[in-house]
C-alpha cells in the first residue's frame, strides 16, 4: 500500500503557511461560542445562558429496568474519572464543603439520575443508541440538583455520558467543574448503525493494551465497531485452538494473541457499546498460514491464493471461523476476498489439473472459494462481510444477505444497493487513515449516501468506517494516525446530514474539531494536530493546542 507525496516546494510553502497560521493565533485563541461543542453534534439540542457547578462528589442514580447494570455502572465511574481529572476539583469541593456547611449543597448538579428502559444487554447492529439529556439548573423544588439521561438501552446510556462528559468543563478560576450554556435538552440518535474502524493487527503488532486504548478512545467519538483485520499474508498472530500451528505464522513468539486475549478485547468493547467485527481474508492476503500448514500453498512457490483444490483448505477455514464464533458474537464476519492474483494457480499442475477437472477459470474458481467460504460462515450464524471486488467480479452469484464492503473508490455502494445488497462504506480516497494526504475537510464531508437517492436503497447502506492499514503504522504512532480524522467520519456518520452539511465548514465545523482533538489529548489520547499538511506530523511550531 504506497502512500501519496507531493513536491518538495509544496510542502515547504505549506510548513511555512501552517506555522505563520499557528503563530498568528498563539497569542490569542479565543472559542466561538456560537457553536455546540459536542462532538459528533446531536441531532436536536437546546441550551441556555446559565453557568452551573458540578458536584465533586458526583452520585449516580440508576432505575429502569436496566437500573441493575454494571456496563452503566462502570461506565459512569470512568466518565466521573474524567470530568474530575483535575486533581485540584477535590480540593475545591473540602472547601466550598466548609463553606456550607450546615446548609445544602453548594453545588448545582450533585446527582446524576439515568434511567435505562430494558435490561436486554445483547450488542448487535442496529442496537437502540438514542438517549435524551437533561441539565437544568435546581428550581429549588428539590433538595438536591439533577440531570438526567434516559435511554432505552445501556448502550444509549453510553453515548449519553459521553455527551454529558463533554458538556463539562474544568473552570481554572474557581477550580470546579462546570456546565456552560445551561439548560440543556438534547435528543439524540445515531444516523447509522454501523460506524466503525478498521484495525490491521498484521502488518505490525499492536500489543492488547493499545488496542484497548484505541477502543476507549473510540467511545468519545461514539463509534461503535471495531473492524479487526487481525491477520494477512505478513502474519497470523491468532491463537485457533483447532489448528495449533496457524500461530506459527505471527512475526514472533512474543507478537500473538490467545484466546484469552481476543475474549478480553471483546469483552472490553462491549463495555464501551462497540462490536468487534473479525476478519478472515481468503482467499488471497493468506501467505502467512502456510508457515503452520505449509499443504495450505499451492506450492512453495505459489503461496497465496490459498490451495483451492484441497478440502484441507476448507477443513481449516470452517476450524477457524467455528474457533472464532465462540469469541466474537457479532452478527457480521469479514472473509475479505480483495486483491486476488490467481495467476500461480494455473501455474501449478495439481490445482491446474483440478480446474480442467471442474472445467472452472482461475476467475470461476475465485468465486467458488469466496463463495464456499460464504458458506461456511452463515453455517455458523454470521452475516457475511466482502471486500467489493467479490460484487465487482460476480455480484449475482453472492449470497443475498452478504455486505458489500467498499473501498476502491466512489459509486459502489449505488451499484450494490440497488442489487439489493447491504453496503459499508470506506472510500479509500477518503477514509483510509494511511492515505496521509487526506486533509481533515476530505474525510469530514464525504457522505455515504453520494449517489443514491432512492429511501429503501439508502436503508441498505448501514453504514461506513475509517481504515487504519498498519504498514507504517505500530505502537509508536496509531494513535496520531487515527485522530482526530477518524472523528471526522465519526460526526458524518452520527449526525444528521443537513446539520452538518451547511454553511463554510471552515466556520461551523473547524473550531469543534480543533476542540475535539484537544479534548482528545487531554483525555490522554495522542491526536496528531488538525491542520498538518500530513497526518501525524508533529506540531510546527509554539502554539495553542485549538490552532494545530
Known amino acids: 500500500m504506497s502512500l501519496n507525496s507531493s513536491k518538495p516546494i509544496t510542502i515547504f510553502f505549506t510548513a511555512i503557511l501552517a506555522l505563520f497560521f499557528t503563530l498568528a493565533l498563539s497569542f490569542s485563541v479565543d472559542l466561538n461560542q456560537?457553536?455546540?461543542?459536542?462532538?459528533?453534534?446531536?441531532?436536536?439540542?437546546?441550551?441556555?445562558?446559565?453557568?452551573?457547578?458540578?458536584?465533586?462528589?458526583?452520585?449516580?442514580?440508576?432505575?429502569?429496568?436496566?437500573?441493575?447494570?454494571?456496563?452503566?455502572?462502570?461506565?459512569?465511574?470512568?466518565?466521573?474519572?474524567?470530568?474530575?481529572?483535575?486533581?485540584?476539583?477535590?480540593?475545591?469541593?473540602?472547601?466550598?464543603?466548609?463553606?456550607?456547611?450546615?446548609?445544602?449543597?453548594?453545588?448545582?448538579?450533585?446527582?446524576?439520575?439515568?434511567?435505562v428502559n430494558s435490561d436486554n444487554e445483547e450488542?448487535?447492529?442496529?442496537?437502540?443508541?438514542?438517549?435524551?439529556?437533561?441539565?437544568?439548573?435546581?428550581?429549588?423544588?428539590?433538595?438536591?440538583?439533577?440531570?438526567?439521561?434516559?435511554?432505552?438501552?445501556?448502550?444509549?446510556?453510553?453515548?449519553?455520558?459521553?455527551?454529558?462528559?463533554?458538556?463539562?468543563?474544568?473552570?481554572?478560576?474557581?477550580?470546579?467543574?462546570?456546565?456552560?450554556?445551561?439548560?440543556?435538552?438534547?435528543?439524540?440518535?445515531?444516523?447509522?448503525?454501523?460506524?466503525?474502524?478498521?484495525?490491521?493487527?498484521?502488518?505490525?503488532?499492536?500489543?492488547?493494551d493499545v488496542i484497548k486504548e484505541i477502543i476507549e478512545s473510540m467511545s468519545y467519538a461514539k463509534l461503535n465497531v471495531l473492524h479487526w483485520h487481525i491477520l494477512d499474508e505478513q502474519s497470523f498472530?491468532?491463537?485457533?485452538?483447532?489448528?495449533?500451528?496457524?500461530?506459527?505464522?505471527?512475526?514472533?513468539?512474543?507478537?500473538?494473541?490467545?484466546?484469552?486475549d481476543a475474549y478480553a478485547i471483546v469483552s472490553f468493547a462491549k463495555m464501551r457499546g462497540i462490536n468487534v467485527m473479525a476478519e478472515v481474508d481468503v482467499p488471497g492476503h493468506a501467505e502467512s498460514w502456510g508457515a503452520g500448514y505449509p499443504d495450505?500453498?499451492?506450492?512453495?512457490?505459489?503461496?497465496?491464493?490459498?490451495?483451492?483444490?484441497?478440502?484441507?483448505?476448507?477443513?481449516?477455514?470452517?476450524?477457524?471461523?467455528?474457533?472464532?464464533?465462540?469469541?466474537?458474537?457479532?452478527?457480521?464476519?469479514?472473509?475479505?476476498?480483495?486483491?486476488?492474483?490467481?495467476?500461480?494457480?494455473?501455474?501449478?499442475?495439481?490445482?491446474?489439473?483440478?480446474?480442467?477437472?471442474?472445467?472452472?477459470t482461475t476467475k470461476e474458481a475465485y468465486q467458488y472459494f469466496v463463495l464456499k467460504a460464504q458458506e461456511i460462515a452463515?453455517?455458523?450464524?454470521?452475516?457475511?462481510?466482502?471486500?467489493?471486488?467479490?460484487?465487482?467480479?460476480?455480484?449475482?452469484?453472492?449470497?443475498p444477505q452478504t455486505v458489500v464492503h467498499n473501498w476502491l473508490g466512489p459509486g459502489v455502494c449505488p451499484k450494490a444497493v440497488a442489487k439489493g445488497f447491504k453496503c459499508i462504506y470506506s472510500n479509500q480516497g477518503v477514509w483510509y487513515l494511511d492515505h496521509l494526504d487526506v486533509p481533515w475537510n476530505n474525510t469530514y464531508t464525504a457522505e455515504p449516501l453520494?449517489?443514491?437517492?432512492?429511501?429503501?436503497?439508502?436503508?441498505?447502506?448501514?453504514?461506513?468506517?475509517?481504515?487504519?492499514?498498519?504498514?507504517?503504522?505500530?505502537?509508536s504512532n496509531v494513535q496520531q494516525t487515527i485522530w482526530p480524522r477518524a472523528a471526522a467520519a465519526a460526526e458524518r456518520l452520527w449526525s444528521r446530514r443537513e446539520a452538518i452539511s451547511t454553511g463554510n465548514i471552515t466556520l461551523t465545523a473547524l473550531p469543534r474539531f480543533h476542540y475535539f482533538r484537544c479534548l482528545l489529548n487531554r483525555r490522554g489520547v495522542q491526536a496528531a494536530p488538525v491542520a498538518n499538511f500530513y497526518a501525524r506530523q508533529p506540531p510546527t511550531g509554539a502554539g495553542s493546542c485549538y490552532a494545530q
Open 378 to 399: 452463515i453455517s455458523k450464524n454470521w452475516t457475511p462481510v466482502n471486500w467489493e471486488e467479490t460484487f465487482n467480479t460476480f455480484a449475482t452469484k453472492l449470497n
Open 123 to 208: 450488542l448487535q447492529l442496529g442496537v437502540d443508541e438514542s438517549y435524551s439529556l437533561f441539565v437544568a439548573k435546581n428550581n429549588g423544588q428539590s433538595i438536591i440538583g439533577e440531570a438526567t439521561i434516559e435511554a432505552n438501552t445501556v448502550y444509549g446510556a453510553l453515548r449519553g455520558l459521553e455527551t454529558f462528559s463533554q458538556l463539562c468543563s474544568f473552570d481554572f478560576e474557581t477550580k470546579s467543574v462546570q456546565v456552560y450554556k445551561a439548560p440543556w435538552y438534547i435528543q439524540d440518535e445515531p444516523r447509522f448503525a454501523f460506524r466503525g474502524l478498521m484495525l490491521d493487527t498484521s502488518r505490525h503488532y499492536l500489543p492488547v
Open 34 to 115: 456560537s457553536l455546540t461543542y459536542i462532538w459528533p453534534l446531536p441531532s436536536q439540542f437546546t441550551s441556555g445562558n446559565d453557568i452551573l457547578s458540578v458536584d465533586p462528589d458526583l452520585s449516580l442514580s440508576l432505575s429502569g429496568n436496566g437500573g441493575r447494570s454494571r456496563i452503566v455502572k462502570e461506565a459512569f465511574d470512568r466518565y466521573k474519572a474524567i470530568i474530575f481529572k483535575q486533581s485540584s476539583s477535590r480540593a475545591a469541593y473540602v472547601y466550598i464543603k466548609n463553606v456550607f456547611r450546615g446548609l445544602r449543597s453548594g453545588y448545582d448538579i450533585t446527582k446524576l439520575s439515568i434511567i
Open 296 to 360: 495450505l500453498w499451492p506450492s512453495p512457490t505459489c503461496k497465496e491464493p490459498l490451495d483451492v483444490a484441497k478440502n484441507f483448505t476448507f477443513e481449516v477455514i470452517s476450524g477457524i471461523l467455528t474457533d472464532m464464533r465462540k469469541i466474537f458474537p457479532f452478527e457480521l464476519f469479514h472473509l475479505g476476498g480483495d486483491e486476488v492474483n490467481t495467476d500461480c494457480w494455473n501455474s501449478t499442475p495439481h490445482v491446474k489439473q483440478w480446474l480442467q477437472d471442474h472445467n472452472m
Open 237 to 260: 498472530p491468532l491463537e485457533v485452538p483447532s489448528y495449533p500451528k496457524l500461530w506459527q505464522g505471527a512475526y514472533t513468539k512474543w507478537e500473538r494473541y490467545t484466546v484469552d
Open 450 to 475: 453520494e449517489g443514491i437517492d432512492e429511501a429503501s436503497q439508502q436503508e441498505l447502506v448501514i453504514g461506513g468506517e475509517v481504515c487504519m492499514w498498519g504498514e507504517t503504522a505500530d505502537a
